[in-house]
Every structure is written in C-alpha cells, then in structure tokens.
C-alpha cells in the first residue's frame, strides 16, 4: 500500500489490522469488557458541534505551546504505549525519533522493548516524559524513577487507574502471548506468559497485576514519589472533578485525563466529555491533558477549546509504527498538524490562544432549533 492512499488516521488503523497478526491487533486494539467506553472516546467527539467565526486573517496560524514550561510545536503528543516492537521492530526508538522531528513530547512506557537510557540517546533533542506504575516493590520503582531522571526526562506519569488490570475478552480468549525474542527492556527478568492461566487478567504481557501496579497504591504516595525525585509530577487516568481537587491539594504539576483506551473500566466516561469538569476543578493550578478518541485535527480542536492544553496519541502511533516505523509515526503526526491547521484556519483560531470555550456545543444546542 502506497503512503499516499493512507490519507487520515483511520486509513493507518485498517492497514494495521490487516498486517498485525491475531495475537499483536487484540492486544493493541481491544478494550475493556462490551467495549463502550473504547466505542464512547471516538463516539464523544462527534457530539460535539464547531461554531466558527470568519473575517479574522488566519493567513498564518501558530499551533505552538508549552508543557511545563518547554515549548512544543503542536498541541499533538504521544501516550505510552507499552511494548511497541510488536508493531515494528523499530518500537519505541522509532517513535521517539519521530516526535523529536515534529519537536513534540513523547512519554515513554514502564514496558518499553528498549530501555529508557536508549530510548533517551535515539533523540536527545526530544522531550520526553516517564510513565510510571507503582510497583509493590517499591525499590523497584524507585530505581526507575531515579534511572529515569538521571537519563533526562523531565516529568513523571503517574498512572492511576489500574490497581488492577481491566478484563479484556480478546486476550482471555486467545492468550495473549508476549513474543519471546523481544525483552521488557527497563526490567532484568524474563516472563514466560505461554503457561499463564488464561483465565487470569494479562497484565501487559508482564505476568499478572500483582506484578505490575499495587493496588494498594494512594493519595499519600504522591508526598513519597516528591521525596525520591525533584522530576514534576501528572496523574494519568483521572476522570473526575472530586480526584482533580484532591490532585490540585496535594501539589501535583499536571493531570492527563485519560480512560486507558477504555482497556480498564468499561462504563466510565469518555475523556473529552470528563474533560470541562476536570478542568474547571484544576483552574490555574495544574496543566490538563488529555487522550483517548483523538483521530482527527477537529477532535484535537475541540479538545484544546474544552481546556485541554495538548492531546496524546497512543493507538495511531502504533498503527504508524506498523506501516513504516519511524517515518509512519510521522506522517501521523503531520496529519493530525495539517489537519489542526485546516479546523484553525477554517474556525478563525490564529493561535492556541484564539481556541476558546466558545467553539465547541453540545449537538442538542443545535437540535433544538
């Protein structure tokens, strides 16, 4: 298939589907349980209604930004995704590269095939964050996370939402297996997850959740991840104006609001709708984010008009990596920047600042008429 007839980010999902074998698409694609909540983040977007205003010279737009402080060209950034050198045996590195190319912020999974430091030396040029589960071996994760700020990442990503691992039915079904010639690189152990009971919760591949997070992980955590590193602090997964405040009370720098793909509890919200609440209990306090559902430069538009200071991409990176590696992780993103400019331009946004609250309805505003 030639790039040129991959045009939209949905063109890169169906060229995946076709390649991936069962085992690799079931575990990137699926979701939690019935799947609502993976069907919602995409479904969400299209209630959402753009009212643009003309006659304002968008001749020239700037989509720049910043995330604590560094500046980053699009308001497009990348969500973890684990194990990325089952899609491309590029993996992480390949995606790394590509967001230093467009000058944008990867954050890198725990369960990368290729170590931190590595990832770190493939694009010294990028920013780069460290996503983190807490581990009931605390060492464990304090190694991590002391590794990860020597390395030069400049934040952690704390993810929150998964005490436990979400049931995902094509894992249970087929077993998924992790591909032995390939390692979980910032780990010094192997898993044979072949003899696993498929009937337990596959966590990422790694053996079960009471080897990955610990479920008895807790607000009182974060005041102990400030005393082993300086690195600023996001909470991944919240969804919730009551967990916004506690979040804003105990001094962490940033929220991501995310459902984990819909891979964890299936029912809850899709993140753009979670989003204005999430952002009007944080106020000035702490930067949003959010990801989950983002396939177009529109959805990207309304998110940042709800509140959202950037979006993060996981499942289109993967699907770049499978098409070309490196150079697929990019044209996803110079889709989803050609794409912003055009909303922009179309909306009469000249920049950032230009996308207010105002842009976006709810469809019944207009269905009421």
Not at 11 to 36: H, I, M, V
Not at 287 to 303: H, I, N, P, Q, W
Request: with cysteine; glycine share 8%; net charge neutral.
């Amino acid at each position: 298939m030639s790039s040129d007839s991959l045009v939209c980010l949905k063109d890169f999902e169906q060229y995946a589907k076709g390649q991936l074998d069962r085992n690799a698409w079931g575990y990137f694609s699926t979701g939690a349980e019935q799947c609502q909540t993976l069907r919602e983040n995409e479904e969400a977007f299209k209630r959402l209604h753009l009212r643009p205003r003309f006659l304002r010279d968008v001749s020239v737009r700037d989509m720049s930004t910043s995330l604590l402080g560094y500046r980053v060209d699009i308001p497009v950034a990348i969500s973890p995704s684990a194990m990325q050198a089952i899609a491309s045996p590029q993996g992480e590195i390949g995606t790394a590269k590509a967001a230093e190319q467009f000058q944008t912020c990867m954050i890198c999974s725990t369960y990368s095939n290729f170590t931190l430091e590595d990832i770190m030396r493939s694009s010294p040029g990028g920013l780069k964050w460290f996503q983190l589960y807490v581990r009931p071996d605390r060492e464990t994760t304090k190694a991590l996370v002391q590794r990860a700020e020597r390395a030069g990442y400049k934040a952690l990503v704390l993810t929150v939402d998964l005490p436990i691992v979400g049931r995902r039915y094509p894992d249970l079904r087929h077993g998924f297996s992790h591909p032995p010639h390939l390692e979980v690189a910032n780990f010094n152990f192997q898993h044979d997850l072949d003899k696993k009971d498929r009937n337990e919760a596959l966590d990422y591949g790694l053996g079960g959740p009471g080897q990955s997070s610990d479920p008895a992980l807790s607000w009182k955590d974060i005041a102990w991840l400030r005393s082993i590193s300086s690195l600023p602090i996001i909470l991944k997964g919240i969804l919730t104006a009551e967990d916004a405040l506690l979040a804003v009370q105990h001094g962490v720098d940033g929220i991501l609001v995310s459902n984990h793909g819909g891979r964890q509890l299936d029912g809850g919200p899709a993140t753009i709708e979670a989003l204005p609440e999430i952002v009007a209990a944080a106020g000035e306090k702490l930067e949003v984010y959010m990801d989950g559902g983002v396939r177009t430069g529109t959805d990207v538009l309304k998110a940042l008009a709800l509140g959202a200071r950037a979006v993060f991409i996981g499942r289109p990176v993967v699907w770049g990596l499978c098409y070309k590696g490196q150079e697929g992780v990019a044209k996803v993103l110079n889709i989803l920047k050609e794409e912003l400019s055009l909303a922009m331009a179309l909306s009469g946004c000249r920049s950032i600042a230009d996308i207010k609250p105002s842009l976006v309805v709810r469809e019944s505003h207009y269905s009421k008429l």
